[in-house]
């Protein structure tokens, strides 16, 4: 399973493609709104420093704006995927920018049903959010589960981006499941290092070794 950062934040990007965990990236117009500056820029940045798959969002509601202001972004970086939402204009400009060759995320998934018809335009991901599904009381995993197994079935090559990720339960149910990609923020990939009994286990070594060399001197 690919793993994407959900952030617009240049400094946690490049922090975490330093490790060699990074993938890809995806944005949406709140992400980039929180970091102000030229969007453009920041996106081509990130392109550069990920070398991956690059979501930026369109903002425009009719699928004319969204063909518009997707061939703008495509036109950023090679590495640049259109994210559209799922409307019947975000179908329409799904199917027309991935017509000519430019990758599709189709975002805001909340169902099965949404995530087939997606595929069927040529979407190369669909971005069901788990976690504002669980926000609403819903199975946010449970819709995974569902897009996987149908996409086996009859997914036309659309990858399962999973989004709206708040923990790292989300991140290893969604590798169990088959997902092809999970879109964690900075903060949810920092919960992926962390253990106690590492840093308590790390700590004791250290420890040991000092006192071994304090003896020998
Ligand atoms: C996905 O691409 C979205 O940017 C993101 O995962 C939304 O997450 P949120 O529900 O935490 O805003």
């Not at 500056?37 to 996106?43: E, V």
């Not at 189709?106 to 099965?112: D, G």
């Not at 449970?142 to 990858?159: K, M, N, R, S, W």
Request: aromatic content about 6%; proline content about 5%.
């Amino acid at each position: 399973m690919k793993l994407f950062v959900d952030s617009g934040s240049v400094k946690d990007i490049e922090a975490l493609a330093s490790l060699g965990i990074v993938d890809g990236v995806t944005t949406n117009p709140s992400l980039l709104a929180k970091e102000g500056g030229d969007y453009r820029a920041i996106l081509k940045r990130i392109c550069e420093i990920v070398q991956g798959p690059v979501s930026g969002e369109v903002v425009a509601t009719s699928a004319a704006g969204m063909i518009r202001e997707g061939r703008d972004l495509a036109a950023i970086d090679p590495h640049i995927v259109v994210k559209v939402p799922f409307t019947r204009e975000g179908l329409k400009a799904c199917r027309t920018l991935s017509s000519e060759g430019t990758r599709v995320n189709v975002t805001l998934i909340f169902s099965a049903p949404q995530a087939w018809l997606a595929a069927k335009v040529g979407a190369t991901y669909v971005s069901p959010f788990v976690g504002r599904l669980d926000d609403v009381g819903a199975a946010g995993m449970g819709l995974i589960q569902e897009i996987v197994d149908l996409f086996d079935h009859a997914g036309y090559g659309t990858e399962v981006l999973v989004a709206s990720v708040r923990g790292p339960l989300h991140v290893i149910e969604a590798g169990r499941m088959g997902a092809d990609v999970v879109t964690c923020p900075p903060a949810v990939v920092e919960q992926l290092f962390k253990h106690p009994l590492t840093d308590i286990g790390l700590e004791r070594f250290l420890k040991d070794w000092e006192k071994a060399q304090a003896v020998k001197a």
